[in-house]
């Protein structure tokens, strides 16, 4: 183990990706959610430790971001992990919902700021 290394973590990131860097998907953000698969496809292959640890902690609903801290794992490296899990059928990815781009009420954006004058 090197100076910079966590006490604890006995395995390099990398090593959990076998090497790779890239994800092989675009589908997920910091805040896209995950949610592991019920019950889980009994064709898929056994999954790596690291994999399974994502499963429990998708049983319920969990962004990306969220996951990584988690497992105190880079982002990246969780990605790339997930990809895997998603290209298995093993989890489901829900992008984030879309903000509407309507313009704002400006009578209502008035009103909030004639009250705040008041107070």
């Known amino acids: ?5 966590t006490p604890g973590r006995l395995v390099r990131p990398f090593t959990l990706t076998g090497g790779r860097t890239r994800p092989s998907r675009s589908d997920f953000t910091l805040i896209t959610t995950v949610t592991a698969v019920d019950p889980q496809p009994a064709s898929a292959a056994r999954p790596q430790p ?9 049983a319920e609903p969990v962004a ?3 996951l990584a801290a988690r497992l105190d794992l880079p982002v990246s490296v ?4 997930l990809c895997d899990l998603l290209e298995a059928g093993r989890i489901t990815a829900r992008p984030p919902r879309r903000v509407s781009r309507t313009a704002p009420d400006l009578d209502l954006l008035q ?8 107070l």
């Open 111 to 118: 009103k909030v700021r004639d009250g705040l004058g008041r």
């Open 78 to 81: 969780v990605v790339i992990l």
């Open 64 to 66: 990306v971001a969220e």
């Open 50 to 58: 690291e994999h399974l640890r994502i499963l429990r902690l998708c």
């Open 1 to 5: 183990m090197t100076a910079g290394d």
